[in-house]
T-cell receptor, first 115, second 113 residues
Framework: ETGVTQSPTHLIKTRGQQVTLRCSSQ?????VSWYQQALGQGPQFIFQ???????GRGNFPPRFSGLQFPNYSSELNVNALELDDSALYLC??????????????FGSGTRLTVV | AQTVTQSQPEMSVQEAETVTLSCTYD???????LFWYKQPPSRQMILVIR??????QNATENRFSVNFQKAAKSFSLKISDSQLGDAAMYFC??????????FGEGTQLTVNP
């Protein structure tokens, strides 16, 4: 059983650029959630995808967008990067939706630095 | 909106001793789940323990146990026989009827040899 894999592990981008982060979910999981964790803070929910559809979104602007593919892997895209987007981006996969009795499996994250 | 508060930014404990991390939350929902996650320097969030709100019995996982007080909206984590490998950032998290986990700000636990 493989866990959640995120790529790249580290990334440096310039303000105004666009970035794509990738996540491969744990085998058998069909739901992917993305979180932003600023330095010294708890993770903040960005959005969740279930069977390729967005299923819930946090308080993030539209320049944060995502995709989920038929194999349940996912991408997080951020356009027009701002300095405040510098953070650790965590992906979590799970099985099912609201009655999530099985918990979440997290990846090790992508550290994004915007300069 | 649900909120989770961890009032202890840092805690320390001697190896083999017991430590308790505090967490309070605010919600109007009656059915929800509570979690404690551990985040070591490797950055991966690791589930330590989970509690269903409808269960009155406190969850226990080996050296880890919780004190769940539903009326007080309190969910503390007790680590017994602390080990050096327990050193990490610990996050309390809430999940209600929606799709998100709501995390607290975290408690950095140091284990002294």
């Amino acid at each position: 059983e493989t866990g959640v894999t995120q790529s790249p592990t580290h990334l440096i981008k310039t303000r105004g650029q666009q970035v794509t982060l990738r996540c491969s979910s744990q085998s058998g999981h069909n739901t992917v959630s993305w979180y932003q964790q600023a330095l010294g803070q708890g993770p903040q929910f960005i959005f969740q995808y279930y069977r390729e559809e967005e299923n819930g979104r946090g308080n993030f602007p539209p320049r944060f967008s995502g995709l989920q593919f038929p194999n349940y892997s996912s991408e997080l895209n951020v356009n027009a990067l701002e300095l405040d987007d510098s953070a650790l981006y965590l992906c979590a996969s799970s099985l099912g939706l609201d009655r999530n009795l099985y918990g979440y499996t997290f990846g090790s994250g992508t550290r994004l630095t915007v300069v | 909106a649900q909120t989770v508060t961890q009032s202890q930014p840092e805690m320390s404990v001697q190896e083999a001793e017991t430590v308790t991390l505090s967490c309070t939350y605010d919600t109007s929902e009656s059915d929800y789940y509570l979690f404690w996650y551990k985040q070591p320097p490797s950055r991966q969030m690791i589930l330590v323990i989970r509690q269903e709100a409808y269960k009155q019995q406190n969850a226990t996982e080996n050296r880890f146990s919780v004190n769940f007080q539903k009326a007080a909206k309190s969910f503390s984590l007790k680590i017994s026989d602390s080990q050096l490998g327990d050193a990490a950032m610990y996050f309390c998290a809430y999940k209600g009827g929606g799709s998100r986990l709501t995390f607290g700000e975290g408690t950095q636990l140091t284990v002294n040899p």
